[in-house]
């Protein structure tokens, strides 16, 4: 690895400053304390992670402007994939109103949680749509967060806006833990059949049984995610801090470099740095 690794997916959060709501869900114990860079920082420079992308966990406009200032005051961060409302009649210009903040420039992406969106199609009603084109006349990303079920739609959407640059986080949250792969399968290969989606090898072992995942159990959802979309369309992501409820940070970049051994190392490092720069336009 030239340049070291790139950990395109993690988060940060205070509890002081803002509840996280789905913390309360069952399991979620061990995440009920702040989570800072200051931890995370010394975990990266041990496994060889020189940049990462850090991505927003709640609804609401008040964090982004909060995690692109610690962006901006921290080299490890590279960029930002921030929230905003889609809906909201001056979505380009709040866009605009978060590049001039402090940080504001490693802004490279937006998401919602469309995976706790009751309506399916939440992301072909026309107001979502619309706001997905100023993210892409803005240059940004769309990380989509989503469930096998959601992928569909989200294709669709896709398929809609072609200059738009779509980012399936956790390719799309496989069944990991029940061994199912043919439907949610089905569905990531149509979305990989359009050329500006790619991928997150991320979130992988939180799908899996907590407790007794296997490199093994990983290994087909990993195999198809690379069948369908290649190296270059595909980016290595911790999920840091949510990683912790199976695995502690090294463990999961280990899990990186295992499940990418048969690569090339063109291809390896695609998946571990090249893709995550070019396509959120890291320094």
């Known amino acids: 690895m030239h340049g070291g690794i790139v950990d395109a997916h993690h988060h940060v959060w205070d509890l002081g400053a803002r509840d996280q709501p789905w913390l309360a869900d069952d399991g979620m114990t061990p995440l009920r304390r702040n989570f800072t860079l200051a931890e995370l920082a010394p975990e990266a420079g041990a496994t060889g992670v020189t940049s990462t992308v850090l991505v927003q966990t709640v609804t609401t406009a008040e964090e982004t402007p909060e995690l692109l200032a610690l962006a901006g005051a921290h080299d490890l961060v590279g960029g930002v994939v921030g929230w905003t409302d889609l809906t909201a009649p001056d979505v380009a210009e709040e866009l605009a109103r978060l590049r001039e903040l402090p940080g504001g420039n490693k802004l490279v992406g937006i998401r919602h949680q469309i995976q706790s969106e009751p309506d399916p199609l939440w992301i072909l009603r026309r107001d979502v749509l619309r706001g997905l084109e100023a993210v892409a006349s803005a240059g940004l990303a769309y990380d989509l967060v989503i469930r096998p079920h959601q992928l569909p739609a989200a294709t669709s959407a896709a398929f809609l806006l072609p200059h738009l640059t779509f980012v399936l986080d956790h390719l ?55 069948e369908v979309f290649g190296p270059d369309r595909l980016m290595f992501g911790s999920d840091w801090p949510v990683c912790l409820l199976a695995s502690s940070y090294g463990e999961v970049v280990t899990t990186a470099h295992e499940l990418t051994a048969d690569l090339t190392e063109p291809e390896r490092t695609a998946v571990l740095s090249g893709t995550a720069k070019r396509v959120y336009g890291l320094g």
């Open 172 to 226: 799309g949250k496989p069944p990991v833990a029940t061994g199912e792969r043919d439907s949610w399968a089905q569905y990531l290969h149509a979305l990989a059949t359009l050329p500006h989606t790619t991928a997150k090898l991320s979130g992988l072992v939180t799908e899996a049984r907590w407790d007794s995942w296997t490199l093994d159990d990983l290994r087909p959802y990993t195999e198809t995610a690379l």
